[in-house]
């Protein structure tokens, strides 16, 4: 086992992904390569929704924010598994719908939705939107009352506190471009207006305060404040506030250094804070959504890569270049995300071998990490980056022109074609001859 029970070593010594040896799916499907267990994400599902109704009641519903990880095989499957979603865009509503996806199970996020957003959406039925601002209020409500319909909304609230964790990936703070915020007046502002909109329904309120959070602190800080402030709601109003949205953010372990969590217990303890909350409060206990994206589907990915130069820089450092980097996962680039590599072709070997892992795009900062423990590489060997499912085929580029990788899912030891990898004509699909 390597960090997960589906990554694993056979007696080849080569790593296996959901029981698949990773050489076999680099020689069929090719590199890179996203590979998905789909197993992996079907439990983490289980384990939410059941915590979830455990804890919060028969009406819990947990979200998986799709952002992270969208194609449309992903939509299918956690529609299956009896979870809704949020999306963030008109691209993700467009994949929902066209994967079937159960509109009223959407939670319809985003800071700036557009006037057409704002049509598409209400045309599609979507249950829920998490209305960021006054301007997006009114946008809104006057679609609704064309419409002659009561949309159901939640308001995004600032809580105004600092998770602790990297200020990119960090949301919750009153600073922030999302939302509006509780002590600078404007969460109560935009709640009486809103209570004020006949078009609207005022169901609850949302906050997200950062991503790969591993502690449930910044959890019951968020959950206090949010409380309080429905309590105010309440006393000030005479509103009830029916359902409170506490985000996504949950950890990933990524490396050995980074500790597990058990995700049951984490809801477990987040339930019982907001209960002993909303009793000191006053309130009824809200429904509770949780909206987690990384923690669905990060464990279950990999990608694959071949190596092609390595270089051994006297005096500095040694460098394993792949035939992937930042256009197929950008996030060292971006957060210094630290991730865990090996020589698939030779897993069973100790890591104990020092180099930066660079990517083949004409950027220096195109790395996958540095001073990474990996075993000593050469030429066509097949590299795998693990816990690749989240934010990287998400945040994939044609930068350098390269083509987006395939994403391959597993599902009982079979691989799967589930997004096709990009070819050189893809990517003129929408290059216009101008002529002469
Ligand atoms: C990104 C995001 C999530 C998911 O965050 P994870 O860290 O992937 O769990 C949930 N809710 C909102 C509003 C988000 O922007």
């Known amino acids: 086992m390597i960090l997960y029970n589906h990554f694993d070593v056979n007696e080849k010594g080569h790593l296996t992904i959901g029981g698949v040896d990773a050489v076999d799916l680099a020689k069929e499907f090719g590199t890179p390569s996203y590979i998905i267990d789909e197993e992996v994400i079907r439990n983490n599902c289980r384990t939410y929704l059941n915590a979830a109704r455990k804890h919060f009641g028969k009406d819990a519903l947990p979200l998986y924010a799709s952002k992270a990880l969208c194609f449309t095989g992903i939509y299918k499957l956690v529609a299956e598994e009896g979870l809704g979603v949020d999306c963030v865009s008109g691209g993700e509503l467009y994949t929902a719908r066209r994967a079937g996806f159960p509109a009223e199970k959407i939670y319809f996020h985003g800071n700036n939705k557009t006037d057409k957003d704002i049509r598409d959406a209400i045309d599609m039925g979507v249950g829920t939107f998490v209305v960021d601002n006054t301007d997006e209020l009114y946008a809104l409500a006057a679609e609704a009352e064309k419409r002659s319909i009561t949309q159901r909304i939640l308001l995004r609230i600032t809580p105004g506190i600092d998770p602790h964790t990297h200020k990119a990936i960090s949301t919750g703070n009153v600073d922030s471009k999302f939302g509006s915020a509780i002590v600078t ?54 509103y009830e506030i029916r359902e409170l949205n506490l985000g996504g953010g949950l950890g990933v372990r990524y490396t050995e250094y980074d500790r597990e969590i058990d995700y049951a217990e984490a809801i477990g303890e987040i339930s019982a804070v907001v209960r002993g909350l909303c009793e000191k409060n006053g309130i009824t206990m809200p429904r509770i959504i949780l909206e987690p994206g990384r923690s669905l589907v990060a464990a279950a990915g990999a990608t694959l890569y071949t190596v092609g130069s390595v270089k051994e820089i006297t005096g500095f450092k040694n460098y394993i270049s792949v035939d992937g980097g930042m256009p197929d996962n950008p996030r060292y680039a971006l957060y210094s995300s630290q991730y865990t590599a090996l020589i698939a072709n030779r897993a069973s070997e100790p890591r104990d071998y020092r180099a930066t892992l660079a990517g083949r795009c004409c950027e220096s900062g195109d790395l996958l990490g540095e001073n990474m423990e990996i075993q000593r590489a050469k030429r066509g060997d097949i590299l795998a980056v693990l816990v690749t499912g989240a934010y990287n085929y998400a945040m994939a580029s044609n930068y350098n022109k390269l083509p987006r990788p395939p994403i391959i899912m597993i599902k009982g030891g079979v691989p799967r074609i589930a997004v096709k990898r990009e070819s050189y004509a893809d990517l003129l699909a929408n290059d216009v001859d101008l002529g002469d």
Do not use: Y
């Open 185 to 238: 007046g404007q969460a109560m502002d935009i709640v009486k207006k809103a209570i004020a909109e006949p078009s609207l329904d005022l169901a609850g309120l949302h906050c997200h305060i950062g991503s790969q959070i591993f502690d449930i602190e910044p959890f019951a800080e968020a959950a206090e404040i949010m409380t309080e402030f429905i309590a105010k709601i309440k006393s000030e109003c005479g």
